[in-house]
């Protein structure tokens, strides 16, 4: 479903169901949604981009109506080569925001065009090791930037300090009603600075989904990160 406008400038936490169990996968959406998040983060790898393997369209089909339901968003990181390739199975299966990476897109422009052209979200995604400059040509027209502050490919990294300072660049160079999102190692200690650093979204997998009441983690990261 279309994505409202003020959503994207909305702090929000998105918890990153790749560190979720996935034998009971619905509870524990149900879980942080009913401790108030409105969007969930999920993070697709091909092997090939990235050194690990997750979920696929179909995944995302399963869990997307009961999100939709409650009036919940998904946000689709895309961590693999060619995501032109898979973007209208993901629109399908109901990603509102689907994002691929600088570094896997030739034709980046083109991209995102098509991503907007499925008449959902698009975002564009950057590597701790890639500059802002990359996403130059395309920053007036995405409708979120994800800034890794991992390298991606797994949950449970340590947070990369250097990352955040891309954040100010990146807010000049957007749409005033875009989106940037920061994805990786985000914890009860770190989140309220990724905050103070000009996040809008901010990504929690094992943060989350690792601690013994995801519900109540999800509550606390949410006042954390908004200085509560
Ligand atoms: C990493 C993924 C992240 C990951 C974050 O490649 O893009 O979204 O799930 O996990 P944590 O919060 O555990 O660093
Ligand atoms: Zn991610």
Same mark, same amino acid.
């Given at each position: ?11 929000? #936490?998105?918890? @990153? *169901?790749?560190? +979720?169990?996935? !034998?009971?996968? =619905? ?5 942080? /949604? ?24 179909? #995944?995302?089909? @399963? *869990?997307?109506? +009961?999100?939709? !339901?409650?009036? =919940? ?5 895309? /961590? ?149």
């Amino acid at each position: 479903m279309p994505v409202p406008t003020a959503t994207y400038r909305e702090l929000h #936490l998105l918890p @990153s *169901i790749l560190s +979720a169990d996935f !034998a009971h996968l =619905g509870d524990d959406i149900d879980r942080v /949604m009913d401790a108030g998040v409105r969007i969930i983060h999920c993070d697709v790898m091909d092997g090939h981009f990235v050194p690990n393997l997750t979920m696929g369209p179909a #995944l995302v089909g @399963s *869990i997307a109506p +009961a999100i939709h !339901a409650r009036g =919940g968003l998904l946000s689709v990181h895309l /961590m693999i080569e060619s995501p032109e390739k898979f973007v209208d199975d993901f629109a399908a299966a109901g990603a509102d925001v689907i994002s691929v990476h600088a570094e896997a897109c030739p034709m980046l422009y083109h991209a995102v065009q098509m991503i907007q052209k499925l008449g959902v979200g698009a975002g564009v995604a950057i590597n701790p090791g890639t500059p802002v400059s990359a996403i130059r040509e395309v920053a007036h027209l995405v409708d979120m930037v994800l800034v890794m502050t991992v390298n991606p490919g797994f949950g449970g990294q340590k947070l990369i300090p250097a990352a955040l300072k891309k954040v100010p660049e990146i807010r000049k160079m957007i749409r005033e009603d875009a989106a940037i999102e920061l994805d990786g190692g985000v914890n009860r200690e770190n989140i309220r600075a990724v905050a103070e650093a000009g996040a809008d979204w901010i990504v929690a997998g094992s943060a989350v989904f690792g601690a013994d009441d995801p519900g109540a983690e999800a509550r606390l990261l949410q006042r954390l990160m908004a200085g509560d």
